[in-house]
């Protein structure tokens, strides 16, 4: 069964910063495109970045450009996102989740992680 599990998240001043981790298992991860999606309180489930499955290329959400890295290390089966400067709008549950091919174009997931809760609050 394929697996996605995520960790790093925590309560974090504003101004500060945060790496989530998502570890995959039970499948190829380095053929498949990854994403970082996240949902607030009352609010719908929102992309916040994705990358391609060797890296290459990536995408990012305009309320987190230049602050959030997607980043991934295939040989652990890894995706990261560095959080810098978050703001207490980042305040969130963060999922990982695995796109069904090798584009993150793609209409849908097909596999989220139990996700990792991100509070930005002083």
């Known amino acids: 069964e394929v697996q996605l599990v995520e960790s790093g998240g925590g309560l974090v001043q504003p101004g500060g910063s945060l790496r989530l981790s998502c570890v995959g298992s039970?499948?190829?991860?380095?053929?498949?495109?990854m994403s970082w999606f996240r949902q607030a309180p009352g609010k719908g489930l929102e992309r916040v970045s994705a990358?391609?499955?060797?890296?290459?290329?990536?995408t990012y959400a305009d309320s987190v450009k230049d602050r959030f890295t997607i980043s991934r290390d295939n040989a652990k089966s890894t995706l990261y996102l560095e959080m810098n400067n978050l703001k207490p709008e980042d305040t969130a549950k963060y999922y990982c989740a695995k796109y069904p091919g090798a584009s993150y174009n793609a209409l849908a997931y097909d596999t989220r992680g139990q996700g990792t809760q991100v509070t930005v609050s002083s």
């Open positions: 039970e499948f190829a991860f380095s053929e498949y495109a």
């Open positions: 990358i391609s499955p060797r890296g290459v290329s990536s």
